[in-house]
């Protein structure tokens, strides 16, 4: 779970205040589809906001910089997730299961490693170009194709298994 922060509410009206309520939704579908659990979406969309009021007044594309703090922690959050997976394995088969019922795409699109299934998502899911996925993930068009050929080849073999 995320650290509680406190910050002051933004008076009713406020441009904050309008960018919470049209971009909620998508931030949150946004992470559910990068991480698979509306739980954890809706606390990673709120880290977003939080990230995003305390910087308010510097940040000129407020729904970009949600876009990128949602996948930014949807990332790290994945790589714990599955770190804890790793340890958790090791440890035999009493090990918890929390997933929710999926149809076999998710299934498999779970099993990539998660810079490629946030490509794919992106791409796919939230329908950015190449450039836009790059900015967001931090890295090159070309890493973003390359990423992408590689994620669908992985998903492929996931699917055929």
Known sequence: MGTVRWAPEPAAGTAFEEVYA???????????????SRA???E???????????????????????????????????????MEQARLTTLGPDRPV?????????????????ERRAVLVLRFYEQLR?????????????TVRSRTR???ADLRKELEQ
Not at 102 to 108: F, I, S
């Open 98 to 114: 929390d997933a929710p019922e999926l149809d076999e795409m998710w299934q498999a699109l779970a099993r990539l490693a998660p």
């Open 44 to 82: 990673l969309a709120q880290d977003a906001f939080i990230r995003l009021y305390e910087r308010y007044d510097a940040v000129e594309n407020p729904p970009g910089f949600l876009r990128t703090a949602v996948v930014r922690l949807a990332l790290t959050w994945l790589s714990r997730a599955d």
């Open 40 to 42: 954890v979406a809706e």
């Open 130 to 142: 190449h450039g836009e996925v790059a900015a967001l993930l931090g890295c090159s068009a070309a």
């Open 22 to 36: 049209s971009e909620l939704a998508g931030v949150a579908r946004l992470a559910y589809l990068l991480v698979g």
């Open 150 to 152: 590689r994620a669908l």
